[in-house]
């Protein structure tokens, strides 16, 4: 059974940092293009960034480029987003969700970030 | 443009036929999925490509396109079909991800 269990949220302060992770399992992580994203609170959802399965591409949301760092680990299973200078606006439930032959076929349960002072 | 523009709500008697859209310039050149998420779960995909249903996802739901518009129907909708409905394509360069603002859909 695929599996994608982000956690790392909370809450935090305006301009700090955090890093969400998604632990994979149920299937060959290391063949799946990987993105993350977000929905703030009552809102729709929003495309963060992408990464190839091999991490050699990776593509940010304006919103994002220049503060958030998507990155993975093949041999850990597990996928990354190094969020830094955080804004009240990026608090949101954050997705990890696999890209297979059916576009984002699956999700995890996501994890929330709070940025508040 | 990158966007896609979707109706905020539609409405549909139980039973009755209904069809959700989804417009956007990408939309000439990239196919919609679409996602249906329900209060406090994660979305679920439940059309992509031309019109492909995953495993597991009732054949009531069905997807078309043509032209800047994509469609997401319902056919004989049930009550456990209220809920959001999102589509999504990829942007102009192909490389980026765009997602629709959303549909509310109320099964009365």
């Known amino acids: 059974e695929v599996q994608l269990v982000e956690s790392g949220g909370g809450l935090v302060q305006p301009g700090g940092s955090l890093r969400l992770s998604c632990a994979a399992s149920?299937?060959?992580?290391?063949?799946?293009?990987m993105n993350w994203v977000r929905q703030a609170p009552g809102k729709g959802l929003e495309w963060v960034s992408y990464i190839s399965s091999s991490g050699s591409t990776i593509y940010y949301a304006d919103s994002v480029k220049g503060r958030f760092t998507i990155s993975r680990d093949n041999a850990k299973n597990s996928l990354y987003l190094q969020m830094n200078s955080l804004r009240a606006e990026d608090t949101a439930v954050y997705y990890c969700?696999?890209?297979?032959?059916?576009?984002?076929?699956?999700w995890g349960q996501g994890t929330l970030v709070t940025v508040s002072s | 443009s990158s966007e896609l523009t979707q109706d905020p709500a539609v409405s549909v008697a139980l039973g009755q036929t209904v069809r959700i859209t989804c417009q956007g310039d990408s939309l000439r050149s990239y196919y919609a999925s679409w996602y249906q998420q329900k209060p406090g779960q994660a979305p679920v995909l439940v059309i992509y490509?031309?019109?492909n249903r995953p495993s597991g996802i009732p054949d009531r739901f069905s997807g078309s396109s043509s032209g800047n518009t994509a469609s997401l129907t319902i056919t004989g909708a049930q009550a456990e079909d209220e809920a959001d409905y999102y589509c999504?394509?990829?942007?102009?360069?192909?490389?980026?991800?765009?997602f629709g603002g959303g549909t509310k859909l109320t099964v009365l």
């Open positions: 969700a696999r890209i297979g032959e059916s576009d984002f076929d699956y």
């Open positions: 999504n394509s990829r942007d102009s360069s192909g490389n980026l991800v765009v």
């Open positions: 490509g031309k019109n």
């Open positions: 149920g299937f060959t992580f290391s063949s799946y293009e």
